[in-house]
């Protein structure tokens, strides 16, 4: 065991003394390798990488495409609502029509399409 690990520490020091000797021949490789591995970091590792941010933007467009889908029924619903609130005449009508009652001694009267034949 002990051979084994000078071999790998005569190793890691053969290995460390060329990348020595490849940074004082060229003293511009170390900011090239830091460059990459920031941008490596930056845009590809992390919770706040590119492909999040492409998530995040089209989540961006479909709660956008939903909230225009849904306000124009929002603001027609709030108006209708306002409208029941402020005219009891208004809530009548939309007891008669929509959920067929009607008034102590009155009669009712529900006229339906006739069904068409099945046997056509």
Do not use: C
Not at 49 to 70: D, G, I
Not at 81 to 93: G, K
């Amino acid at each position: 065991m002990v051979s084994s690990l000078e071999t790998l520490r005569g190793f890691i020091q053969t290995r460390y003394q060329k990348l020595i000797g490849l940074s004082r021949r060229y003293s511009w490789l170390r900011y090239v390798l830091v460059g990459a591995v920031t941008i490596v970091f930056t845009f590809f590792v992390g919770e706040r990488t590119v492909f999040s941010y492409m998530r995040h933007m089209e989540r961006k467009a479909f709660l956008e495409k939903e909230y225009n889908y849904y306000r124009p029924r929002y603001e027609a619903d709030s108006a209708r609502l306002s409208e029941i609130r402020n005219n009891p005449e208004h809530i009548e009508r939309i007891a008669r029509e929509k959920y067929y009652m009607h008034a102590p001694g009155e009669e009712l009267f529900v006229l339906a399409p006739p069904e068409q034949a099945k046997d056509k």
